[in-house]
């Protein structure tokens, strides 16, 4: 009897807290979700309060989905996901491509060209920005979508080394079996690794596309015209000092933003776990 | 006969290493190692993109000594990463380990607490933090309700500015988590009977047994966050852009001003091979310090 009231108030206490944490972990988003439901006008009363005096819904996402300096937001949206997709399918075809080979391929090199691509992990994007913004520039890709999608579409180490540790998991085995069975390289690539690895396939995808989808720093340096502007640096244009004065459709617009992320996320939540837990794991 | 079969598998093998990485290969030529060789060439010049590059030696490194903004740079990077890494390490375990219960729901809280992680970098976020921490912000209007008026927000001051940014770094503390999880789960329960059997209390267990078993993971972390928290901008620009009087203007939102604002893009050079420095002598000391505390587990 005392020993099952003891574990009752210990759930008690482990629900108690582990709400009141989830609740302080939402509560930016739930004050930006309510204040994009709030007037202009009363923005700024109890701006912690999360229930609006006076609701403006449709007018804030109406005036939001506009756009900034004529263009409409969904251009600014356009954009993006073009970068997205054609930088997401190259980076993961390529990171996949290159991790089958550093896990099970012997060839000549392997091991420098391993080492190469895990010291392009360590070394951060942003110091290369300035001589890639040089270099564009001379080829006149400045201002173009491509520019955006060209950094992330040969692959990117991180990814080679999620699914190469994915892959070293599966067991050698299977690649032998198939070789005796008379299946080439290429065909152990397609009909047996491929299909094994698509959980981290799936984990490497999400995280390019939510990568390419929040990235701030390049666009901000590659892109001067709004109209290729993709949805963060948008966002930025909205907050202009000298023509800030529309809170409502910037909220609004920032909720946009974050809907396809969560969604995906949503959907996909155990691939993206996982696909982080393993990559503490096995190093 | 087997040893031309071994040949030419072995030739077959080359050829199909070097079609499956070539599209990386080029990758790595033109977006990595192009950039790199040029930015170490542009360190050592005078260039604002309108001249040809005029070679000047070391007087670019040697700008760095006198620059303040450079000094105030590092040190603005260095105490967030400092304050930030191990806050949101230790909270990230304090949760892993809360959560590393039997009870209902722990999917539930486990993802509540990762959505942040997953759009922490987004300006959206950005803008939150802005709003919450700034004039007129939730903060502000919050303590106007108990009846306490600040004259200057958070972001307003430059003592209190950088806490708002450290503040949303914690905040993202929920991949951290997701790794310890994964660790703690990896402890053989054997060991934690044991050590009750022999009349172990929690904080002792935590110490000898938990503690020691995810220092592998720990360092992982570690190693990861360092760089991440070298490597912070976004922030630092939408939130409160380097101010109030740089006490938040981070290495790279440096590095950006330099290049994008001045054009003295020999200059931002030589700041980004200083920082690759930084980050690899960082790096470099932590490996060189996992033989001390790092317990690998033989199998």
Redesign the interface.
Known sequence: MSSSVKKRLR?VR??F??IL??LI??Y??V??LM?SFKSNRTM?????SLWPTEWDILKNYQSGWSGVSGIPFGKFILNTLIVDLIGTA?CV???V??A???AR????G?KF?FT??II?M???S??????????F?KMGLINTLISLA??W???TAFF?FLIMQFIRGLPIELDEAAEIDGCS??GI?FRIIFPLTSPAIVTSTIFSF??I??D??QP??FMSKPQLYT??LA??LF?DPNSLNNYGG??AM??I??IP??AI?LIF?KY??EG??????K? | MTKTAFQSKRS???A???I??A??????F???L???V??LY?SFTNYT?LNVPKWIGLKNYSRMLTDKDFWQSLKVTFSYTFILVPLRLAFALI?AM??N?K?K?IGV????????S??G?????S???K??FGN???????LG?FGIHQKVSVLGNPHTAIWAIISLGV?QFG?SM??F???LK?IPATYYEAARIDGAGSFCIFRKITLPMIT??IF??LVLQL?NG??V??EG??ITDGGPMNSTLFY?LN??RR??TYFD?GY??AL??I??LI??IF?AVLFKTQDSWVYYEKK
């Open positions: 759930s482990f629900h807290l582990t944490l989830g972990m939402i930016p988003l004050w930006l204040s700024f009363q109890n701006t912690f190259g075809v390529f990171s491509m290159a089958y080979a550093f391929i012997q060839f000549v392997r060209w190469c691509c392009t360590l070394i951060p942003q110091v290369m920005v300035v001589p890639q913004y040089i270099i520039k060209l950094p579409f040969f692959g080679v390289r290429i690539f939510y990568w989808w929040q701030f720093f901000l340096v949805v963060s966002l930025n907050l910037l909220f920032s909720i933003s974050l992320v969560i996320f939540q993206l776990v982080i837990a393993t990559t503490g794991m190093n | 077959k093998d080359n199909t290493g070097y499956l990485i599209p990386w290969l080029i990758g790595f033109l977006m990595f192009v950039p790199m040029m930015s542009l993109m949760v809360i959560l219960t009870h729901g809280y486990r993802a509540v607490y990762y959505i942040p997953i759009i970098g987004s300006i959206a976020v803008i939150i933090w709003e919450i007129n912000g939730v903060l502000m209007s919050l309700a905040w991949s997701l790794i999880l994964a660790a990896q592998p993971v992982f972390n760089i070298f490597k901008f976004t620009y939408i790279v590095l950006y290049a994008f893009m931002s050079c980004a091979w920082l690759i980050m690899g790096t």
